[in-house]
């Protein structure tokens, strides 16, 4: 089957690190994205895993250990605007099938 | 252009209605995409177009019934739908439908459909 899990929610204070970790067990693997979907709006791509070992874009990182189907998100220096959901999406089979998690609201406060 | 449009924004429609939605991108990508996604819930993939080919149907009622007409839109008909068909209807594109990092999904704004 397809399991992918996430924290439901996450509180964080601005200027602070947040860490959103995700695990998942799929019939394939292809890589792992990270979006954004911040509410009633369309989700924006943060960062694609494919091999271990961690991705650094600016303030996001992403890492990856295939052997342990594991990955997280890492945010540095929290903004109020990085209040959105979070979705960690397997890339399993043939045609870039997309395979998200329920997604963490992370909420950022001051 | 790095955007993919869908129209109309909202839609609320009877449940004999027939009813369409529009995508479009002009990135040259050959690879369209329909989700839908209930409020709180994660995008559910539908439909898969690769090379204006439907290439993946996710077992999905045939009152939806998509259309590529060529390579930068995409169409999804609607048709005696239910009231639990409303949600938000994602359209996303990708430059192929191999995986990679240079196959990033670009995501639209998404139609908020309502079926009363």
């Known amino acids: 089957g397809q399991n992918i899990d996430q924290p439901t929610e996450m509180t964080a204070t601005e200027g602070a690190i947040v860490q959103i970790n995700c695990t998942y067990q799929?019939?394939?693997?292809?890589?792992l994205f990270w979006y954004q979907q911040h509410a009633g709006e369309a989700p924006t791509f943060l960062s694609y895993?494919?091999?271990?070992g961690l991705e650094e874009k600016g303030r996001f990182s992403s890492f990856l250990s295939r052997s342990k189907g594991y990955s997280y998100l890492l945010l540095k220096e929290l903004q109020m605007k990085d209040s959105a959901s979070y979705l960690c999406?397997?890339?399993?089979?043939?045609?870039?099938?997309?395979?998200f998690g329920a997604g963490t609201r992370l909420a950022v406060h001051p | 252009d790095t955007e993919v449009t869908q129209t109309p924004k909202h839609l609320v429609m009877g449940m004999t209605n027939k009813k369409s939605l529009k995508c479009e991108q002009h990135?040259?990508?050959?690879?369209m995409y329909w989700y839908k996604q209930k409020a709180k819930k994660p995008p559910e993939l539908m439909f898969v177009?690769?090379?204006?080919?439907?290439?993946i149907n996710e077992s999905v009622p045939s009152r939806f019934s998509p259309e590529c007409p060529n390579s930068s839109l995409l169409n999804l008909h609607l048709h005696a739908l239910q009231p639990e068909d409303s949600a938000l209807y994602l359209c996303?594109?990708?430059?192929?439908?191999?995986?990679?990092?240079?196959?990033?999904?670009?995501f639209g704004p998404g139609t908020r459909l309502t079926v009363l």
């Open positions: 895993n494919v091999l271990d």
């Open positions: 177009y690769s090379y204006e080919k439907l290439s």
């Open positions: 999406a397997v890339v399993s089979g043939g045609y870039n099938k997309l395979i």
């Open positions: 990135m040259g990508h050959r690879a």
């Open positions: 996303a594109s990708s430059q192929a439908p191999g995986g990679g990092s240079y196959n990033e999904q670009f």
């Open positions: 799929t019939s394939g693997f292809n890589g």
